[in-house]
């Protein structure tokens, strides 16, 4: 499905390309493109648009699981003392 190529493709791509930007930016622009994707998803008219938003909302939810899994490993090892041997 076109979620399932989203997701896929999306995850290393928008890793890479948000690497600069503050994570906490690139989390919440990513939630507020999801959610606007499955809006039009939710209104679209044709089945070209709907697959569409369903791809856009894949890539946005790729990106933010992939800085979203950096991030809690980033605030586990700086917040949680013993675990910082680990490394």
């Known amino acids: 499905?076109?979620?399932?190529?989203?997701?896929?493709?999306?995850a290393p791509v928008m890793?890479?390309?948000?690497l600069r930007i503050p994570r906490k930016v690139t989390l919440v622009?990513?939630?507020i493109v999801f959610a606007a994707a499955h809006v039009l998803s939710a209104t679209a008219g044709s089945?070209?648009?709907l697959m569409l938003s369903r791809v856009i909302a894949a890539v946005a939810c790729a990106?933010?699981?992939a800085v979203a899994a950096v991030t809690v490993v980033a605030v586990l090892f700086k917040g949680?003392?013993?675990?910082?041997?680990l490394r």
């Open 1 to 10: 499905s076109g979620f399932a190529i989203g997701m896929l493709a999306g």
């Open 15 to 18: 890793a890479l390309l948000t």
């Open 29 to 31: 622009g990513a939630a």
């Open 47 to 49: 089945f070209g648009v």
């Open 63 to 65: 990106t933010f699981w």
């Open 80 to 85: 949680f003392p013993p675990l910082k041997g």
